[in-house]
């Protein structure tokens, strides 16, 4: 638990520099809005269907189903 526990806080760390980074491109140049909006939801998208893989090849779909809630609903 306490690797997967590091992973989780530097993915953090990284997410809230990427959102930086993001506000800082967008208030550069707005016009760059949907390009950014674009990159987040191909990473998320990309995140969900790697989630739904490893959920099937580990046969933990109930696992998968509390992260996706957990996403979406924050509980």
């Given at each position: ?11 953090s760390k990284m997410l809230r ?5 993001s ?7 707005k016009s760059?809005?949907n390009e950014?909006v674009k990159?987040?939801q191909?990473?998320?998208?990309d995140?969900l269907q790697?989630?739904?893989k490893?959920?099937?090849?580990h046969q ?6 509390s992260?996706?809630r957990?996403?979406i609903?924050?509980?």
């Amino acid at each position: 638990m306490e690797e997967m526990k590091k992973r989780f806080e530097e993915a953090s760390k990284m997410l809230r520099q990427t959102v930086d980074i993001s506000f800082a491109e967008y208030a550069k140049d707005k016009s760059t809005k949907n390009e950014i909006v674009k990159l987040w939801q191909e990473t998320i998208n990309d995140f969900l269907q790697y989630a739904v893989k490893m959920s099937e090849k580990h046969q933990a779909k109930d696992l998968y189903k509390s992260i996706a809630r957990t996403l979406i609903f924050g509980k």
